[in-house]
């Protein structure tokens, strides 16, 4: 059982680049999220989808979009990358339920430089 | 003020011994809680969740406390491999259940 999976884990992209990050999950979860881990700053939530075909804006959304492909994907899209957004980008998703829990996918380095 | 406030640290603590983190969050509406560990360079992962009653996993200790909005996560008997980023969890109620973190509390167990 593979649970989150995401790629690249590692990326290093030129300023004006763009990017897709791929996260796909196996759990039949119906939510699905994007954060973005900076040093001191903990996880900050980019985007989130609550359901399949549904999809909002977190905490720092500027500068990304994402897609809910179907209910097993969530991409998030650099469109034009900035160094700003050199991070650590992990996806996550759940069952929808706030009593469950978020699984974790192992992260994707992304360095803009 | 952010939504959800760790102490980031670090505590340096030596094996055998007890150390308690605090949380506190600022929705009172919030719903559900829980600790994640981090580990360097690594995905969070569930470490426990939060009962209002409280409740305990073998060395772990997670309390909450709705009126005074806070949660805590006492560990007893250090290991070496408790070294980590222990991280707050609050699920939000918002239309659909929205997880915010907290910075997270770094600790070092040491020999």
């Known amino acids: 059982n593979a649970g989150v999976t995401q790629t690249p884990k590692f990326q290093v992209l030129k300023t004006g680049q763009s990017m897709t990050l791929q996260c796909a999950q196996d759990?039949?979860?119906?939510?699905m999220y994007w954060y973005r881990q900076d040093p001191g700053m903990g996880l900050r939530l980019i985007y989130y989808?609550?359901?399949?075909?549904?999809?909002d804006k977190g905490e720092v959304p500027n500068g990304y979009n994402v897609s809910r492909l179907n209910k097993r994907e969530f991409s998030l899209r650099l469109e034009s990358a900035a160094p700003s957004q050199t991070s650590v980008y992990f996806c996550?998703?759940?069952?929808?339920?706030?009593?469950?829990?978020?699984?974790f996918g192992a992260g994707s380095r992304l360095t803009v430089l | 003020r952010k939504e959800v406030e760790q102490d980031p640290g670090p505590f340096n603590v030596p094996e055998g011994a007890t150390v308690a983190f605090n949380c506190t969050y600022s929705?009172?509406?919030?719903?559900?809680f829980f600790w994640y560990r981090q580990d360097c360079r690594k995905e969070p992962k569930l470490l426990m969740s939060?009962?209002?009653s409280g409740n305990e996993d073998g060395r772990f200790t997670a309390q909450l406390n709705r009126a005074s909005q806070y949660i805590s996560l006492l560990i007893r008997d250090s290991k070496l491999s408790d070294s980590a980023t222990y991280l707050c969890?609050?699920?939000?109620?918002?239309?659909?259940?929205?997880?915010?973190f907290g910075r997270g509390t770094s600790l070092i167990v040491h020999p």
């Open positions: 996550a998703s759940q069952t929808g339920s706030g009593a469950n829990v978020l699984t």
């Open positions: 759990m039949n979860h119906n939510s």
């Open positions: 989808s609550a359901s399949e075909g549904t999809t």
């Open positions: 929705n009172s509406a919030s719903q559900s």
């Open positions: 939060v009962y209002s």
């Open positions: 969890v609050v699920n939000n109620r918002g239309g659909s259940y929205i997880p915010t």
